[in-house]
């Protein structure tokens, strides 16, 4: 059994490594292209998540989210002062096509079905923004930001841990 879940866990981790090594390469190197797509992310979590804890009855989820609110406020607020310290002027973030419609197909999902679309959703942006803050902080062009996205790059990993026990 031991063996198993050990299997299990090593094959779930190239599953989500490989998409990710992919697109770290494809992460925008240029400053202002970063602090967009890095708004667009958090947004798309702390949206998702206010709008799921309107709802949902699982206290796992509802950990979840609240943590999801917490730390992307918290990215936001670091980009924002990496932007300000390299002297770069950027709209203030909001949410992309992809994360429009997404937080959309959640307003139309309901109950248990909610639940189990935020958790695929989530899966899907959090390996997506994992490979944005790698990429970033390993070929960006902005000293402040790069050192900011190797901050952020973790707290997404524990996110994409988290997500793989629900």
């Known amino acids: 059994m031991r063996r198993m879940f050990i299997a299990a866990a090593v094959i779930a981790a190239a599953v989500i490594a490989a998409p990710v090594a992919a697109a770290v390469a494809q992460a925008p190197t240029s400053g202002p292209a970063y602090v967009a797509k890095a708004g667009a992310g958090d947004q798309y979590e702390i949206q998702s998540s206010r709008l799921l804890l309107q709802t949902t009855h699982n206290a796992k989820l509802r950990d979840f989210a609240n943590m999801m609110i917490r730390d992307h406020t918290n990215s936001t607020a670091k ?3 990496a932007t300000q310290r390299a002297g770069i002027t950027v709209p203030p973030p909001h949410l992309d096509a992809m994360g429009t419609r997404n937080v959309a197909a959640l307003r139309g999902a309901k109950g248990e079905a909610r639940d189990r679309l935020y958790v695929t959703q989530q899966k899907a942006a959090h390996q997506q923004a994992l490979a944005l803050h ?4 390993a070929h960006g062009s902005v000293p402040a930001l790069k050192a900011v996205a190797g901050e952020i790059a973790p707290v997404v990993q ?9």
């Open 79 to 81: 980009v924002k002062a």
């Open 134 to 137: 790698q990429g970033y902080a």
């Open 158 to 166: 524990t996110h994409l841990t988290a997500l793989q026990s629900m």
